[in-house]
């Protein structure tokens, strides 16, 4: 008799939990209370961005400086742009040198002459081959 009774308690309490869990799941409601610019973020981070505005071809470039101060980096810039105002100068930091880089050259032609223009000041100068951006039309 006592394992009927065992047996009629557990089954009662098995019912109990599968009947709380039911109406737990059931009733169960979430409230997001959130800034209203967070909306506006997500909204910008969905914007698809189109393609860089510069597209990129494989060319060349000459490297003339590299230095770790970027105050004299930024003076040869300025002193190869009084050379060769129409060519387009480029600074990167490849740790621990600042590179400066000029020029968007689709030719190899192209990239020696303004290199053998550029070795009377920059005597280090050597020609790169990496990713361009169009050149420019007006350039002579």
């Known amino acids: 008799m006592n394992k009927f009774k065992l047996l009629k308690k557990y089954r009662i ?8 869990l039911i109406n737990f799941a059931q009733k169960g409601e979430i409230k997001i209370i959130a800034d209203d610019r967070m909306d506006q973020l997500v909204k910008k981070q969905g914007i698809i961005i189109p393609p ?16 770790s101060d970027k105050k004299l980096v930024n003076e040869m810039q300025i002193k190869f ?13 490849n740790a621990p040198n600042y590179v400066l880089k000029v020029g968007d050259f689709r030719t190899m032609l192209e990239a020696e002459k303004v290199r053998d223009k550029a070795l009377i000041n920059f005597p280090t100068s050597f020609i790169l081959k990496e990713y361009i ?3 420019r039309i007006d350039r002579d």
């Open 13 to 20: 309490l098995l019912i109990f939990l599968v009947h709380s």
């Open 52 to 67: 860089a505005v510069n597209p990129q071809i494989y060319g060349y470039r000459v490297q003339i400086y590299f230095e």
């Open 81 to 93: 742009l009084e050379m060769m105002p129409k060519i387009d100068t480029y600074i990167e930091f």
């Open 133 to 135: 951006n169009l050149p």
